[in-house]
């Protein structure tokens, strides 16, 4: 896991990786399952399905009964649950063919230090196969209790 100051062409590569997500989406929806084997594809929609576990603050919910379970545990080193999630929901994820996932560097920081950030060019890169196996592990222990 990297930080790093983007070129301009990794400005460019970023800014035409903002509409992979919604390839995704597209080809999921009309069927295209093979969209799935694309490098990070899996890891992408098992971040966003994270976010309901990830999230601090929940809607009311319906019943007493009712339980959303919670995860708080860092990602990985230096990304917490807290900051992978605003990273998700204000920014977005992507993936590089070197199988590395792209992320805003908001996944470093919490909002209000991300918004006193004079330079807010930079990326972090975490390999596919460790959101992968990390992704696994979370699900895991949702689906025990």
């Not at 992979?20 to 295209?32: D, S």
């Not at 976010?51 to 919910?61: E, G, H, N």
């Not at 080193?77 to 900051?83: A, W």
């Not at 999630?85 to 590089?96: K, L, M, Q, Y």
Request: proline fraction near 3%; hydrophobic fraction near 40%; aromatic fraction near 6%.
């Amino acid at each position: 896991m990297r930080l790093r100051k983007m070129n301009s062409l990794q400005a460019a590569q970023y800014n035409s990786h903002a509409k992979f997500m919604a390839e995704i989406a597209e080809n999921v929806l009309l069927g295209n399952k093979n969209v799935l084997d694309t490098i990070g594809a899996k890891e992408i929609i098992g971040l966003y399905l994270m976010i309901p576990y990830a999230t601090k603050v929940s809607l009311v919910l319906p019943d007493e009964k009712c339980v959303i379970p919670k995860i708080t545990d860092d990602f990985c080193e230096h990304i917490s649950i807290s900051n992978l999630r605003d990273a998700i929901c204000h920014s977005f994820v992507t993936a590089e063919e070197s199988g590395n996932l792209i992320l805003d560097d908001r996944a470093f920081h919490d909002r209000s230090s991300h918004d006193k950030l004079e330079d807010k060019t930079y990326c972090v890169k975490i390999p596919a196969k460790y959101v992968n196996k990390r992704l696994l592990g979370i699900f895991e222990e949702i689906l025990k209790d």
